[in-house]
């Protein structure tokens, strides 16, 4: 897949995998302005051209290093409380994302994820935003999950926003809290990968570093626009572009 003798980012590397470069940064353009969504952004549509057990390892590794970034900023915001809660519930649904990973067909996964990409797309496009205050017990569900859903789609940015915007009133609460909950999390699931073998291929290991400098490019971007962009906005935007590439994949699976 990769010229693995060639030095990354020359021309013949940039302009062999000048969509990855691009996704890489739009997806995380996307995860400066709103604390998350690279993951939805990026999985489905690199999944079209490069196989997923490159994929969910490659944005696994940005989404840890962004989460550490954007967390470092903002680490007394967190609720500590709720990320203990949830950690022990998403250390389950790893284990068991990772299995699946290795495990189930690669149509039976897309045709998931595409399903899974648009309902929460659909939400974003329709407004429906999360409210009112719920009880810690839904932290087993959000936990079991979202870790799930992280290790075998890449993502597991829906179900721990929907639960921590039910149980954080301050925005930069509910990102700072997200993000580090992502570092520990996310470094759990690092460690299954690399203990199964998925983190250590070459072709992956190359992705990752020259997915860096894009990676902290988008970031960089998505920040400085932060503050000129409303959130809602933001969101239908997004929704529509899960829509999209959710459908494609469930195409994709189908034929």
């Given at each position: 897949?990769?010229?693995?003798?060639?030095?990354?980012?020359?021309?013949?590397?940039?302009?062999?995998?000048?969509?990855?470069?691009?996704?890489?940064?739009?997806?995380?353009?996307?995860?400066?302005?709103?604390?998350?969504?690279?993951?939805?952004?990026?999985?489905?549509?690199?999944?079209?051209?490069?196989?997923?057990?490159?994929?969910?390892?490659?944005?696994?590794?940005?989404?840890?290093?962004?989460?550490?970034?954007?967390?470092?900023?903002?680490?007394?915001?967190?609720?500590?409380?709720?990320?203990?809660?949830?950690?022990?519930?998403?250390?389950?649904?790893?284990?068991?994302?990772?299995?699946?990973?290795?495990?189930?067909?690669?149509?039976?996964?897309?045709?998931?994820?595409?399903?899974?990409?648009?309902?929460?797309?659909?939400?974003?496009?329709?407004?429906?935003?999360?409210?009112?205050?719920?009880?810690?017990l839904w932290a087993l569900p959000a936990g079991l999950i979202g870790?799930?859903?992280?290790?075998?789609?890449?993502?597991?940015?829906?179900?721990?926003?929907?639960?921590?915007?039910?149980?954080?009133?301050?925005?930069?609460?509910?990102?700072?809290?997200?993000?580090?909950?992502?570092?520990?999390?996310?470094?759990?699931?690092?460690?299954?990968?690399?203990?199964?073998?998925?983190l250590l291929a070459r072709e992956t290991q190359i992705a990752i570093?020259?997915?860096?400098?894009?990676?902290?490019?988008?970031?960089?971007?998505?920040?400085?626009?932060?503050?000129?962009?409303?959130?809602?906005?933001?969101?239908?935007?997004?929704?529509?572009?899960?829509?999209?590439?959710?459908?494609?994949?469930?195409?994709?699976?189908?034929?």
């Amino acid at each position: 897949m990769f010229n693995l003798l060639s030095p990354f980012m020359t021309f013949e590397f940039v302009s062999q995998h000048a969509l990855l470069l691009a996704v890489i940064v739009s997806a995380y353009f996307i995860r400066g302005v709103t604390g998350f969504g690279s993951g939805l952004i990026a999985v489905p549509l690199l999944a079209f051209s490069y196989p997923l057990q490159m994929v969910v390892p490659l944005i696994l590794a940005m989404d840890f290093i962004a989460s550490f970034l954007l967390g470092s900023a903002s680490a007394k915001q967190a609720d500590w409380t709720e990320i203990k809660r949830l950690l022990p519930f998403g250390a389950i649904g790893a284990a068991f994302g990772v299995f699946a990973l290795i495990r189930f067909p690669s149509v039976v996964v897309l045709l998931a994820m595409g399903i899974f990409v648009m309902y929460f797309g659909m939400r974003n496009v329709l407004g429906i935003q999360p409210q009112g205050h719920v009880s810690a017990l839904w932290a087993l569900p959000a936990g079991l999950i979202g870790s799930t859903a992280g290790a075998l789609f890449g993502t597991s940015g829906p179900p721990y926003i929907i639960y921590l915007t039910h149980r954080l009133q301050d925005k930069t609460a509910i990102r700072a809290t997200f993000s580090w909950l992502f570092v520990i999390d996310g470094g759990l699931r690092l460690t299954l990968f690399a203990v199964t073998g998925l983190l250590l291929a070459r072709e992956t290991q190359i992705a990752i570093a020259a997915a860096l400098l894009p990676m902290m490019a988008g970031l960089y971007l998505g920040n400085k626009v932060h503050l000129n962009i409303s959130k809602e906005t933001m969101l239908k935007f997004v929704g529509a572009i899960l829509v999209a590439s959710g459908g494609s994949l469930i195409g994709k699976a189908i034929i």
